[in-house]
């Protein structure tokens, strides 16, 4: 089975960077398969998908984010990661990561459980 | 980017009822669409790919049809379980993007 579990701090303060860590058990980053996604949902509202990066290190990002967004792979760690610079409170969300499947259609299919990232002096 | 929007954005319904949801993507995207379900506290879960299929495990009184621009979601007989807000996503293009969901509570 499959597991994706979100690490990193819970507290950023405004204009620095938010950094997360993905670690992904029960299946492995390179395959060539899957996308690994970051999408955040502030609170009460809806989902906002952020970027994703694919085994071969190709990357897409969400232009809304204009450029503030990096995401990065560690094969060796089973383990994706998300930057996020020059964050202001309206980066304050709930942050998943999830696997998006590349087969006859595509889809989410396995997310992590969230984790709360408030930007706060 | 391509725009998503749900109707209604909320709605009261009760065990048993039929309930049907809508989504439109402001460009045609084909069928390349899915449903997600997320309850309060909890992840999204996926539902329903490529507009109409039907994920393992979900069970049969959700559907899905549509093409193009327009996309429904149907709950043939609602279940006390299914309550929760409900998420079109499109994955035509990038940015991949999500209407913004429909709540599904109890009447």
């Known amino acids: 089975q499959v597991q994706l579990q979100e690490s990193g701090p819970g507290l950023v303060k405004p204009s620095q960077t938010l950094s997360l860590t993905c670690t992904v058990s029960g299946g492995s980053i390179t395959s060539g398969t899957y996308y690994w996604s970051w999408i955040r949902q502030p609170a009460g509202k809806g989902l906002e998908w952020i970027g994703r990066i694919h085994t071969n290190g190709g990357t897409n990002y969400n232009p809304s984010l204009k450029s503030r967004a990096t995401i990065s792979g560690d094969t060796s760690k089973n383990q994706f990661s998300l930057n996020l610079s020059s964050v202001t409170a309206a980066d304050t969300a709930v942050y998943y990561c999830?696997?998006?499947?590349?087969?006859?259609?595509?889809?989410?299919?396995?997310w992590g459980q969230g984790t709360l990232v408030t930007v706060s002096s | 980017d391509i725009q998503m929007t749900q109707s209604p954005s909320s709605l009261s319904a009760s065990v048993g009822d039929r309930v049907t949801i809508t989504c439109r993507a402001s460009q045609g995207i084909r069928h390349e669409l899915g449903w997600y379900q997320q309850k309060p506290g909890k992840a999204p879960k996926s539902l329903i790919y490529a507009a109409s299929s039907l994920q393992s495990g979900v069970p049969s009184r959700f559907s899905g049809s549509g093409s193009g621009t327009e996309f429904t979601l149907t709950i043939s007989s609602l279940q006390p379980e299914d309550f929760a807000t409900y998420y079109c996503q499109q994955h035509n293009s990038y940015p991949r993007t999500f209407g913004p969901g429909t709540k599904v509570e109890i009447k």
């Open positions: 999830a696997r998006e499947y590349l087969g006859d259609d595509y889809y989410f299919d396995y």
